[in-house]
């Protein structure tokens, strides 16, 4: 059963496939924080931690079901991860790289509309912290359920890319290979507003 993610406003909704799951992590790095600020959104994203919590999948397990228009990227840096949002609202959703060959997106969790039992059973339980030496407070790193975790996704993505699965990409042009909307990089006076905890 597909799972639905909505924007705040819900001009913008798409679905996710459980079987498309690689697993489920909370980050803590100060990039997934500064993403949510960036927007003004850091209430509804973040944990009391600092903690982002997402959901990593083959990006053929995404679908945008209405609201196309509002897809909306920014990246905190020149190279940095792409990280996408709705333009209506400034709703984070999801992040991925910016070479459509590596078959990953991450979906937030706090975009999905689903009662938190639903998503448990979907993606499992958020039993992987990553990025804790950035988290507001104390949080458990959890080292062993991490590697297992990147060994989970290169797995995934590996095999991803010997079936042929990565071709189906909604956040990319297949033709041209670039995104469907041209990222805007943050100057440096906005990323360092949204790198400061208010
Ligand atoms: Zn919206
Ligand atoms: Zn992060």
């Not at 590596?102 to 979906?107: A, K, R, S």
Request: some cysteine.
């Amino acid at each position: 059963m597909a799972i639905p993610f909505r924007c705040r406003c819900g001009k913008l909704q798409g679905e996710v496939e459980p079987a498309a799951a690689y697993l489920r992590a909370v980050c803590h790095c100060r990039d997934c924080q500064a993403f949510a600020r960036a927007l003004g959104r850091g209430q509804d994203v973040l944990d009391p931690k600092g903690g982002t919590d997402i959901v990593a999948l083959r990006p053929s397990g995404v679908r945008f079901t209405t609201g196309h228009d509002q897809v909306a990227c920014l990246s905190l840096s020149p190279k940095g991860l792409l990280r996408w949002h709705s333009a209506c609202c400034q709703t984070p959703f999801a992040n991925t790289p910016r070479n459509p060959k590596l078959p990953y997106v991450g979906v937030l969790a706090s975009c999905m509309a689903a009662e938190p039992g639903t998503l448990d059973a979907a993606f499992g339980p958020r039993r992987i912290a990553l990025g804790t030496d950035s988290a507001l407070g104390e949080v458990a790193a959890t080292p062993v359920r991490t590697t297992l975790g990147v060994v989970r996704v290169m797995w995934g993505v590996l095999w991803a890319k010997l079936s042929g699965r990565q071709r189906a990409n909604p956040f990319f042009d297949t033709a041209t290979s670039q995104p469907i909307v041209e990222p805007r990089v943050l100057t440096r006076q906005e990323r360092a507003e949204a790198e400061s905890v208010q």
